[in-house]
Antibody, heavy 118, light 107 residues
Framework: EVQLVESGGGLVQPGGSLRLSCAAS????????MDWVRQAPRKGLEWVGR??????????EYAASVEGRFTISRDVSNNSLYLQMNSLKTDDTAVYYC?????????WGQGTTVTVSS | DIQLTQSPSFLSASVGDRVTITCRAS??????LAWYQQIPGKAPKLLIY???TLQGGVPPRFSGSGSGTEFTLTISSLQPEDFATYYC?????????FGGGTKVEIK
């Protein structure tokens, strides 16, 4: 079964850091583009960033709102995607989803909640 | 950045109604447009990709069309499980962007 499972969310103070993980299973992880998408409380979906596939050297792209603060990486040996979040702001409070796909996001995790508050 | 504007942002409809949601882009792009359905508390679910291709397992009452700057999602006969929020997304240019969503509620 194709599955994505996020973990690592929690409560963090403004200016703090957090690392989210996304465990992938049921497909060849290195073949696929992987994205992070977030949803603030009672708001719409916002794309955070992308890790391209092995054929594209796992290069990354980011939304302007997180560029320079967030970093996406992969551990192919563990079939895991990561989102390192630094210098967190209250506006980063959201449910964070990882998703698979290039031309569309066809598989989504259940999400992990990040709350940035003092 | 490509801005996507969905209309309406909210609609009230009855079971059996035909529903059309529009997604307009601030500039033209290819056909890498997707539609998602989100039920409260759940992750989004892919319905349509490449503007008009139905994702496997999605009922055929859902259809997508359009190109350039205007795209539509149509539900031919609304079912009780279709009451949800729908989002369009363009995957043609970075940053990837979503529309603001259309909430479909029961009349």
């Amino acid at each position: 079964e194709v599955q994505l499972v996020e973990s690592g969310g929690g409560l963090v103070q403004p200016g703090g850091s957090l690392r989210l993980s996304c465990a992938a299973s049921g497909f060849t992880f290195s073949d696929h583009y992987m994205d992070w998408v977030r949803q603030a409380p009672r708001k719409g979906l916002e794309w955070v960033g992308r890790s391209k596939n092995k054929a594209n050297s796992y290069t990354t792209e980011y939304a302007a709102s997180v560029e320079g603060r967030f970093t996406i990486s992969r551990d192919v040996s563990n079939n895991s995607l990561y989102l390192q979040m630094n210098s967190l702001k209250t506006d980063d409070t959201a449910v964070y989803y990882c998703a698979r796909g290039r031309l569309a996001m066809d598989v989504w995790g259940q999400g992990t909640t990040v709350t940035v508050s003092s | 950045d490509i801005q996507l504007t969905q209309s309406p942002s909210f609609l009230s409809a009855s079971v059996g109604d035909r529903v059309t949601i529009t997604c307009r882009a601030s500039q033209g792009f290819g056909s890498y447009l997707a539609w998602y359905q989100q039920i409260p508390g759940k992750a989004p679910k892919l319905l349509i990709y490449a503007a008009s291709t139905l994702q496997g397992g999605v009922p055929p009452r859902f259809s997508g069309s359009g190109s350039g700057t205007e795209f539509t999602l149509t539900i031919s006969s609304l079912q009780p499980e279709d009451f949800a929020t729908y989002y369009c997304q363009q995957l043609n240019n970075y940053p990837l962007t979503f529309g603001g969503g259309t909430k479909v509620e029961i009349k």
